[in-house]
């Protein structure tokens, strides 16, 4: 995913952003197939199942480009922070319900015929999409080359501030996440509160999304971006708190105040994108957005073990939560950050959906 995302994002701006989304969920849906009957034929191999993988990393390069700024097509620019909103509800209830049917699954039927059902969501979902029928994003009249489209995307990041300002900080942001959360956070928990202590915070992240997202349905985003890194910043209590004392119910409140300014980040981010970023070169944004805040997390997961070994896990958790604090905040130094509003109506360079 990585390695093609800014190719993905050029492809997404010159071509029909559905047909993208329905060939790649299609695609993703055969190869999990290929992998479900590996699995359940007992001839897998880890080779075949990396391979296959490589396949739906590269596909998910192209479909999360194309996604991002299919909402403009899609909504009136006032409707936008709703549309926005109504997404991250679906996707936080399936972060609540989606891990418990798996688990079903998986001890029902077996972990071959879990991933045999996961593949029929994909087909299932390029079905669902059989139906939208939407332009192409608007192009420049003039034929352009990839690297040409390249370079426009770049020209947009490096000349906006809050842009680069926000994926810089994201790099280090999730570094510090994936590293100190999700490699320290359950290694400690053993020790502490326990595995089941530790699906509560999970759980408890989760639902501090959900309940967010409808509060945002009624309260509009003036600012998206110094609210949203008001909001991102709280992630650093839980990591400090684990790291300071073990008491589950402090834990939990700490996770779910995490979640929600989480989601209020990722909701403002995505509003104050899609309002200001050209609708042409929206998905290639996108794209170097991923690259700059995506390509950190390897390096969190792999460094985070060897810390806490080093150092112990509740000094690095403590420090982690402090730094991941510090830098939240100190991208709200950036003017351009913490000023920038709500853009203006405009009318979308793209018919509206055909009736029916």
């Given at each position: 995913?990585?390695?093609?995302?800014?190719?993905?994002?050029?492809?997404?701006?010159?071509?029909?952003?559905?047909?993208l989304?329905?060939?790649?969920?299609?695609?993703?849906?055969?190869?999990?197939?290929?992998?479900?009957?590996l699995?359940?034929s007992?001839?897998?191999?880890?080779?075949?199942?990396?391979?296959l993988?490589?396949?739906?990393?590269?596909?998910?390069?192209?479909?999360?480009?194309?996604?991002?700024?299919?909402?403009?097509?899609?909504?009136?620019?006032?409707?936008?922070?709703?549309?926005?909103?109504?997404?991250?509800?679906?996707r936080?209830?399936?972060?609540?319900?989606?891990?418990?049917?798996?688990?079903?699954?998986?001890?029902?039927?077996?972990?071959?015929?879990?991933l045999?059902?996961?593949?029929?969501?994909?087909?299932?979902?390029?079905?669902?999409?059989?139906?939208?029928?939407?332009?192409?994003?608007?192009?420049?009249?003039?034929?352009?080359?990839?690297?040409?489209?390249?370079?426009?995307?770049?020209?947009?990041?490096?000349?906006?501030?809050w842009?680069?300002v926000?994926?810089?900080?994201?790099?280090?942001?999730?570094?510090?996440?994936?590293?100190?959360?999700?490699?320290?956070?359950?290694?400690?928990?053993?020790?502490?509160?326990?595995p089941?202590?530790?699906?509560?915070?999970?759980?408890?992240?989760?639902?501090?999304?959900?309940?967010?997202?409808?509060?945002?349905?009624?309260?509009?985003?003036?600012?998206?971006?110094?609210?949203g890194?008001?909001g991102?910043?709280?992630?650093?209590?839980?990591?400090?708190?684990?790291?300071?004392?073990?008491?589950?119910?402090?834990?939990?409140?700490?996770?779910?105040?995490?979640?929600?300014?989480?989601?209020?980040?990722?909701?403002?981010?995505?509003?104050?994108?899609?309002?200001?970023?050209?609708?042409?070169?929206?998905?290639?944004?996108?794209?170097?957005?991923?690259?700059?805040?995506?390509?950190?997390?390897?390096?969190?997961?792999?460094?985070?073990g060897?810390?806490?070994?080093?150092?112990?896990?509740?000094?690095v958790?403590?420090?982690?939560?402090?730094?991941?604090?510090?830098?939240?905040?100190?991208?709200?130094?950036?003017?351009?950050?913490?000023?920038?509003?709500?853009?203006?109506?405009?009318?979308?360079?793209?018919?509206?959906?055909?009736?029916?």
């Amino acid at each position: 995913m990585v390695l093609f995302l800014l190719s993905g994002g050029v492809l997404a701006d010159r071509l029909p952003r559905v047909l993208l989304i329905r060939g790649g969920n299609l695609v993703m849906g055969l190869t999990q197939g290929a992998v479900a009957w590996l699995v359940i034929s007992g001839h897998a191999e880890l080779w075949m199942l990396v391979v296959l993988e490589a396949v739906n990393g590269t596909v998910s390069a192209v479909v999360f480009p194309a996604m991002q700024g299919l909402f403009p097509q899609l909504v009136p620019r006032e409707l936008l922070q709703q549309a926005n909103v109504l997404q991250s509800m679906v996707r936080g209830a399936m972060r609540v319900v989606g891990p418990a049917i798996s688990a079903l699954l998986v001890v029902g039927v077996g972990p071959g015929w879990a991933l045999a059902a996961d593949a029929l969501t994909w087909v299932a979902a390029s079905a669902l999409l059989v139906r939208v029928n939407l332009p192409g994003p608007a192009r420049k009249p003039e034929r352009s080359s990839t690297v040409a489209d390249l370079r426009e995307g770049w020209s947009v990041f490096v000349s906006n501030t809050w842009f680069w300002v926000v994926v810089l900080s994201f790099a280090v942001l999730n570094a510090i996440h994936t590293g100190a959360w999700f490699t320290l956070g359950p290694a400690h928990a053993k020790d502490t509160i326990g595995p089941t202590g530790w699906g509560y915070l999970m759980s408890a992240e989760s639902i501090g999304l959900l309940a967010t997202t409808l509060v945002m349905l009624k309260v509009r985003l003036e600012r998206p971006l110094l609210v949203g890194m008001l909001g991102c910043a709280l992630m650093g209590l839980p990591l400090l708190l684990f790291g300071l004392l073990s008491s589950l119910p402090v834990l939990v409140v700490a996770a779910f105040l995490a979640g929600a300014g989480i989601e209020i980040f990722s909701l403002g981010w995505s509003v104050a994108m899609q309002e200001n970023i050209e609708e042409r070169m929206l998905s290639r944004a996108f794209s170097y957005d991923a690259l700059g805040s995506f390509v950190a997390m390897p390096v969190g997961q792999l460094v985070y073990g060897p810390l806490g070994d080093a150092f112990g896990y509740r000094d690095v958790l403590v420090v982690s939560g402090v730094v991941y604090a510090v830098v939240a905040l100190g991208t709200l130094s950036s003017r351009s950050v913490r000023e920038l509003q709500r853009g203006p109506a405009v009318v979308s360079t793209t018919s509206p959906p055909a009736p029916g």
